[in-house]
């Protein structure tokens, strides 16, 4: 519980009941991505005074103080996630919503590459890749199938596999 208020007042944010409720639940659920209405309904039961405002408010404020990363899925929706601080991009299957991250030093190298080549100074890369998931894939689901109520996430190694080589 200090390591919460210290790691707010680091961030630059007063250690308030609900900050502290959800930087617990972010860092209980490292790497999964939830929406606010999920962390909502996840913490309403601890905590009956927290309206799903508040939810937005502190999520947006974690944002802001680099706490946490907001990343737009595929119908234009928010989810968010405890940002530790490593760079990393997203799948997400169309199918079941299955939110995978993984990183990759040649996608970093070659993304510096491109913006150098533009001229373009980038304030945030992100790259979030779209399709099937292996599991849907072998059960011939359709793309156009409706996305669950909340993504699930599958960590994937921090290195992609190498050309050739299938995906698990």
Do not use: W
Request: aromatic share 6%; charged share 25%; glycine share 8%.
């Amino acid at each position: 519980m200090d390591d919460f208020h210290k790691l707010l007042e680091h961030a630059g944010l007063r250690p308030t009941s609900p900050r502290i409720k959800v930087l617990g639940f972010l860092r209980a659920h490292a790497h999964e991505h939830f929406s606010a209405e999920q962390v909502y309904r996840s913490l309403a039961s601890d905590e009956r005074n927290m309206s799903l405002s508040t939810i937005y408010r502190v999520l947006g404020q974690f944002v802001e103080a680099g706490l946490g990363s907001a990343v737009v899925i595929g119908d234009g929706s928010l989810v968010y996630e405890l940002n530790d601080g490593r760079r990393h991009y997203h799948v997400m299957c169309n199918a079941c919503g299955s939110i995978e991250e993984f990183a990759d030093a040649e996608i970093d190298a070659r993304l510096k590459e491109v913006a150098a080549g533009l001229k373009f100074s980038v304030s945030d890369p992100r790259v979030m890749l779209f399709g099937l998931c292996a599991a849907c894939r072998d059960r011939d689901m359709s793309t156009k199938t409706a996305l669950p109520e909340k993504p699930v996430l599958r960590h994937q190694p921090a290195s992609m596999p190498e050309p050739g080589n299938k995906p698990r």
